[in-house]
């Protein structure tokens, strides 16, 4: 059965400041998806990760991943108000499936 | 970028009432679309996979009795909650396949049953 753990669950920082969200899965998968939830709204697409090493940039946004390790990271540089949501990993359950395992979601709160 | 739409937005109703959700892709055609449920405050878990013209394929115990789906056309899903009950309140999202691996999420419905 395929997990994903995502860390921290909670994160409060200030305007300004660097933070990185983990996000860890069980097996093998080709591919991860970044995803922002505002609350009572649907998913908003950030990012899809397709293979080892990549990244990709928006803003103040950095995802990478790395596929040996089963890990990817969502780094947040600078951060400002408008980043405070709850942020979603999300790893195919079955290679090309397109069914979704979703990690717990970390809340972020910019403080200004 | 790509739309789907679901219908209503919020629904209230009576215990041992149906409800039926709508799912609508705008400007493509998909013939998957996805049914997930969201707690408060958790996260997203996988109903069953909407697949158009064929029977939906339910996660672990997901009740397919109680959460029909029905893929009609190449643009519409639907899930009805039978007979809700309270404990079936919650966040209900459809997400649709375009050209087979990029999913789109609808705005949700968020259910309440009294």
């Known amino acids: 059965e395929l997990k994903v753990e995502q860390n921290p669950l909670f994160l409060s920082m200030q305007e300004g400041k660097n933070y990185t969200i983990y996000c860890n899965y069980s097996?093998?998968?080709?591919?991860l998806y970044w995803y922002r939830q505002d609350p009572g709204k649907s998913l908003e697409s950030l990012f899809v990760l397709l293979s080892n090493g990549a990244v990709k940039q928006e803003g103040r946004l950095m995802a990478s991943l790395d596929t040996k390790a089963r890990l990817s990271t969502l780094h947040i540089t600078a951060a400002v108000h408008d980043l405070s949501a709850t942020y979603f990993c999300?790893?195919?359950?079955?290679?090309?499936?397109?069914?979704?395992?979703f990690g717990k979601g970390t809340k972020l709160t910019v403080n200004p | 970028g790509a739309v789907v739409s679901q219908h209503p937005s919020r629904v209230i109703c009576k215990s041992g009432t149906s409800v039926k959700i709508e799912c609508r892709s705008l400007?493509?055609?998909?013939?998957?679309m996805f049914w997930y449920r969201q707690f408060p405050k958790k996260s997203l878990m996988l109903m069953a996979t909407?697949?158009?013209?064929?029977?939906?394929?339910?996660e672990q115990g997901v009740e397919k009795d109680k959460f029909l789906i029905n893929h009609a056309s190449l643009t519409l899903s639907t899930l009805t909650v039978t007979s809700a009950h309270p404990e079936d309140s919650s966040f209900y999202i459809c997400s649709a396949l375009r050209r087979g691996r990029t999913q789109y999420f609808g705005p949700g419905t968020r259910l309440t049953v009294l």
């Open positions: 909407s697949n158009e013209g064929s029977k939906a394929t339910y």
């Open positions: 999300a790893v195919d359950i079955q290679g090309g499936s397109e069914k979704l395992v």
């Open positions: 097996t093998t998968s080709d591919r």
């Open positions: 400007d493509f055609q998909a013939t998957t």
